[in-house]
C-alpha cells in the first residue's frame, strides 16, 4: 500500500470574496481554491481532502487559520518540478529531499494560488496531529470603528463602522460575565447532533492608538456564528441601548434571543489556533471527540 504522509499547512486569507472555508459545488471557497491548487501542482487523480480548524462562514477572514492533509508520498516529488518522475523508492528519496520538495511546494502554491489566500508554511505534521480536534484553543479578532466619519477606505473590508460611540468599559464588564464554561446555545445556530458547550477563555475589548475598537475572543472551540453572535449581542451595551447584565441574562437562558443580532462577518479574523505538545496530540483529539455536557451541582 503507497505510503502517505499528513502535512500541516499554516494559511491565510481574505475571506470578503469567499463563500466561507467549506467546498460547496458552484462556489468559490477557500477549501476548494487550495484542495485544486495542491491537485494541479502533484498531478493527482482527484484534489485531496482538507481538515481545518476552524470552518469559517463567508465574509470572515483568516491571518492564522491550520488544516491539515494527509497526501501520497511519492506524488510530493512532483512538488519539486512539473517534470519530476516519480521516484522509484519514494521513502528513499523522501529522506534525501524531502525539505526541499516541502520548500518546493510553498513556493509552487504561492504561484498557483489566487491573492487573497496564501500558504505560509508546508511541515510534516507530529504523530497524532488533527488540525481540528487536537487544537487547544482558537483566538478570534472583531474589529470595529466608530468614528463619525468612519472606516479608513483601506480598511473597510476587515473593519465594522458602527454610527453610534462605544465605550469600552460597558463592553469588558458585559463581556466578563460570559467568560467560563457555559452552554452557549443562545448564541449559535444549532447543529443536529452537536453540543453548544464551549469554554470561554477571554473575551477582551481595547481600543488601539487609530480608534479602532479590537475584541479578542479565545474559546477551546467554538459553535456556527457564536463570536458574531457575542460581538452583536456586547455592541448594544456598549452603545448603552442595553444595561451590562444583558448579554449574561440571555446566556443564562440558553435559547436564542430576538434582541441578539449576529454582528456582519468581515470584522472578524481567525488570528491563532493553538496546539498542545507533541506528545499531548493524540489524547487532545480523542477527548474533544467526546460530546460535552455541563457538571451539575
Known amino acids: 500500500m503507497e505510503r502517505e504522509l499528513r502535512l500541516r499547512l499554516d494559511l491565510g486569507y481574505d475571506g470578503t470574496d469567499f463563500s466561507g472555508w467549506a467546498r460547496q459545488p458552484g462556489r468559490r471557497t477557500v477549501q476548494g481554491e487550495i484542495e485544486d491548487a495542491l491537485g494541479r501542482i502533484l498531478r493527482l487523480d482527484a484534489p485531496p481532502s482538507l481538515t481545518v480548524a476552524g470552518r469559517t462562514d463567508a465574509g470572515v477572514?483568516?491571518?492564522?487559520q491550520v488544516a491539515h492533509v494527509d497526501l501520497p508520498l511519492a506524488a510530493l516529488a512532483a512538488a519539486s518540478s512539473a517534470r519530476a518522475p516519480v521516484p522509484a523508492d519514494p521513502d528513499e528519496a523522501w529522506e534525501e529531499r524531502g525539505a526541499e520538495w516541502l520548500a518546493a511546494l510553498t513556493r509552487r502554491l504561492a504561484g498557483v494560488l489566487p491573492p487573497d489566500v496564501r500558504v505560509h508554511a508546508v511541515s510534516v505534521a507530529p504523530e497524532g496531529?488533527?488540525?481540528?480536534?487536537?487544537a487547544l484553543s482558537r483566538r478570534y479578532g472583531y474589529r470595529v470603528g466608530d468614528a463619525p466619519g468612519g472606516v479608513d477606505p483601506l480598511r473597510r473590508r476587515e473593519v465594522l463602522w458602527?454610527?453610534?460611540?462605544?465605550?469600552?468599559d460597558l463592553l469588558n464588564a458585559a463581556a466578563a460575565r460570559l467568560l467560563g464554561e457555559h452552554d452557549?446555545?443562545?448564541f449559535c445556530r444549532r447543529r443536529e447532533g452537536a453540543t453548544t458547550i464551549r469554554e470561554l477563555q477571554?473575551?477582551?475589548w481595547v481600543r488601539g492608538d487609530d480608534g479602532i475598537l479590537l475584541a479578542t475572543v479565545v474559546a477551546d472551540a467554538f459553535c456556527h456564528s457564536m463570536v458574531r453572535a457575542l460581538v452583536g449581542s456586547l455592541l448594544t451595551v456598549g452603545e448603552g441601548r442595553r444595561s451590562v447584565e444583558w448579554p449574561g441574562e440571555v446566556?443564562?437562558?440558553a435559547v436564542r434571543d430576538s434582541g441578539v443580532h449576529v454582528a456582519p462577518a468581515h470584522g472578524l479574523t481567525l488570528e491563532e489556533v493553538r496546539y498542545p505538545e507533541p506528545e499531548e496530540l493524540a489524547r487532545r483529539a480523542a477527548a474533544t471527540r467526546r460530546v460535552r455536557t455541563l457538571s451539575r451541582p
Open 61 to 64: 477572514h483568516a491571518r492564522g
Open 129 to 134: 496531529f488533527d488540525a481540528r480536534f487536537s
Open 162 to 168: 458602527y454610527a453610534r460611540p462605544l465605550d469600552v
Open 184 to 186: 452557549f446555545a443562545a
Open 202 to 204: 477571554r473575551l477582551e
Open 251 to 253: 446566556l443564562a437562558r
